[in-house]
T-cell receptor, first 109, second 114 residues
Framework: DQQVKQNSPSLSVQEGRISILNCDYT??????FLWYKKYPAEGPTFLIS?????DKNEDGRFTVFLNKSAKHLSLHIVPSQPGDSAVYFC????????FGAGTQVVVTP | DTGVSQDPRHKITKRGQNVTFRCDPI?????LYWYRQTLGQGPEFLTY????????KSRLLSDRFSAERPKGSFSTLEIQRTEQGDSAMYLC????????????FGEGSRLTVL
């Protein structure tokens, strides 16, 4: 059963604008939520995380928001840069990481 | 480079053959994970070790799959009698902290079964 869902397989955004990636989950036992970034032919790399007791975490251009009542989290990237073009995975942890299917982000000049 | 290392990076084999992948985690990390990723999907959990103990296995890990971490350092994942459906990227990751979920992934071993 897919407990972490990313319903948008792709996102195209202009350089300098905001990228918003969304993720929904079903298991209320998850205690950490993470975003990973993946380039082709490389393994995923950790980007940012948030504990289930928080509702926002910010790191430079990246901010993650958590809405526990809606079982929803989002990643904001602002401003978007061409190097941000990659696949972004949402993941949730309860003993082990469970991943969404990913969103391909393309940042255009 | 002190990151997670996987070998081989790419393996092409014929259906029915056995294959083995190796993972060397970050040296001080006691937790080691195997994931599988197919096209258009996120990584799917297969199994994990704490030191040399295999603590959890996914239902995805059929009887043809076996993983070991004999001395609590490197790990191997063997697939016997490969099938075309086994074609995927096999990812290894390690974690040395209390489980915040932050894993350090290797670059993966891509398996192609002909």
């Amino acid at each position: 059963d897919q407990q972490v869902k990313q319903n948008s397989p792709s996102l195209s955004v202009q350089e300098g604008r905001i990228s918003i990636l969304n993720c929904d989950y079903t298991n209320s036992m998850f205690d950490y939520f993470l975003w990973y970034k993946k380039y082709p032919a490389e393994g995923p790399t950790f980007l940012i995380s948030i504990s289930s007791i928080k509702d926002k975490n910010e790191d430079g251009r990246f901010t993650v928001f958590l809405n526990k009542s809606a079982k929803h989290l989002s990643l904001h990237i602002v401003p978007s840069q061409p190097g941000d073009s990659a696949v972004y995975f949402c993941a949730a942890s309860w003993g082990k990481l469970q991943f969404g299917a990913g969103t391909q982000v393309v940042v255009t000049p | 480079d002190t990151g997670v290392s996987q070998d081989p990076r790419h393996k092409i084999t014929k259906r029915g053959q056995n294959v083995t992948f190796r993972c060397d985690p970050i040296s001080e990390h006691n937790r080691l994970y195997w994931y599988r990723q197919t096209l258009g999907q996120g990584p799917e959990f297969l199994t994990y070790f704490q030191n040399e103990a295999q603590l959890e296995k996914s239902r995805l890990l059929s009887d043809r799959f076996s993983a070991e971490r004999p001395k609590g350092s490197f790990s191997t994942l063997e697939i016997q009698r490969t099938e075309q459906g086994d074609s995927a990227m096999y990812l290894c990751a390690s974690n040395g902290r209390e489980n915040t979920g932050e894993l350090f992934f290797g670059e993966g071993s891509r398996l192609t079964v002909l």
